[in-house]
């Protein structure tokens, strides 16, 4: 008895049925991956084509498989090239200095000695500083939020500056 012929995915009426069965679910599939429906739309678009492609290499009963892996790698490949794009961009936005390595060693120990000497102010003294000098927050400002007087936060922000001094004398 001879065998069935397997049924191609390049006959036109399977390769319809295989979208028909599969094109919603390999949308959602890459929607919830890349959270862009547009996108998710292209990598339906593109697996569905690749399938075309390489009909003759792939058996209907494997169709299904091909296309979300096809899906995943593209998704994947477009990760890797945004990686590639933010490092380019980060690499890009650092400043290249043209100063002395000593100065950059010099500051960057200064650096360490502030964060360190702020990190030892008094819960209150450091909250009014940073507001103040990071945040750029004015002292009425910060008495409103902090629900103190502006008095206080002068007091405190006096207190900060004062210890600061005596642990960084170079301030």
């Not at 936060?153 to 642990?167: D, I």
Request: with cysteine; net charge neutral; aromatic share 8%.
């Amino acid at each position: 008895m001879p065998e069935a012929p397997e049924l191609s995915v390049c006959e036109e009426a399977q390769f319809d049925q295989v979208f028909t069965l599969h094109a919603e679910v390999l949308r959602n599939f890459c929607y919830y991956k890349c959270k862009d429906l547009d996108q998710a739309e292209d990598y339906v678009q593109e697996a569905f084509l690749r399938l075309w492609k390489n009909c003759a290499k792939v058996p209907l009963g494997k169709a299904k498989s091909f296309l979300f892996k096809v899906a995943q790698n593209l998704f994947l490949h477009q990760v890797e090239h945004q990686k590639v794009v933010q490092k380019y961009l980060r690499r890009q936005a650092q400043p290249i200095s043209m100063e002395h390595p000593q100065f950059q060693i010099e500051e960057q120990e200064l650096l360490n000695r502030l964060e360190e000497a702020i990190a030892n102010l008094s819960e209150k003294q450091r909250t009014v500083f940073l507001l103040h000098r990071m945040d750029g927050k004015s002292y009425k400002e910060i008495a409103e939020m902090l629900d103190i007087s502006v008095k206080s936060v002068e007091k405190r922000m006096h207190r900060a500056l004062l210890v600061l001094r005596n642990c960084i004398p170079q301030l």
